[in-house]
């Protein structure tokens, strides 16, 4: 779950174990189930709990942007934004506060050497870049723009039905989550 002040404007979203979080009046303490129904609301992932997510929301618009254009899929959670390109399967991620931004590169065919890597089936792209788009960009020179799609009845195209199928769910999933939520805070 994700946590907010009530009685502040600021719409700041932490995580349970924050001390802003900790510090504050239960009373106090509003909650979202979903964290990207928290973001499409506007909250905006606090620097202290948060790691790379922060990150995220802040460049979400110029990500969006680049994904929408090369048609790439992503997706992100608390410490993590995957990338599927078509080509291939990216995750940046950041392990810890004030550590570095590592992005990991997953071939469509597996490298048996990836198998022992901090994410398994990953390898470590060691690359370092300012800026989140910048990854991004990034990994659009290295994969290109993802036009074509596969045939229908290909292999591919199975692939991608099914993949489609999983998202729907998850966005239903997540709808119901929202629903949740708005009923908490409108109570
Ligand atoms: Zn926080």
């Not at 009685?7 to 924050?18: I, M, N, R, Y």
Request: net charge positive; with cysteine.
């Amino acid at each position: 779950m994700y946590f907010y002040n009530i009685s502040s404007s600021k719409k700041v979203l932490h995580l349970s174990d924050c001390r802003y979080i900790k510090s504050s009046d239960d009373s106090n303490v509003g909650y979202f189930y979903s964290l990207s129904c928290a973001i499409n609301k506007g909250y905006r992932p606090c620097h202290h709990c948060f790691t790379l997510i922060g990150r995220f929301a802040e460049e979400k618009e110029r990500i969006n942007k680049y994904c929408t254009r090369y048609n790439y899929n992503y997706s992100y959670s608390k410490d993590s934004v995957e990338i599927s390109t078509g080509k291939g399967q990216w995750k940046i991620i950041q392990e810890k506060i004030g550590q570095s931004i590592e992005l990991f590169h997953k071939n469509t065919q597996n490298r048996n050497s990836d198998c022992y890597s901090k994410i398994p089936g990953y390898h470590n792209q060691k690359i370092i870049e300012n800026e989140m788009v910048d990854y991004i960009h990034y990994i659009c020179s290295h994969d290109g723009i993802n036009k074509k799609p596969p045939a229908i009845g290909t292999k591919k195209y199975k692939k991608i039905q099914k993949k489609r199928a999983a998202a729907k769910k998850r966005n239903s999933i997540n709808n119901v989550l929202c629903l949740i939520d708005s009923l908490n805070i409108n109570r």
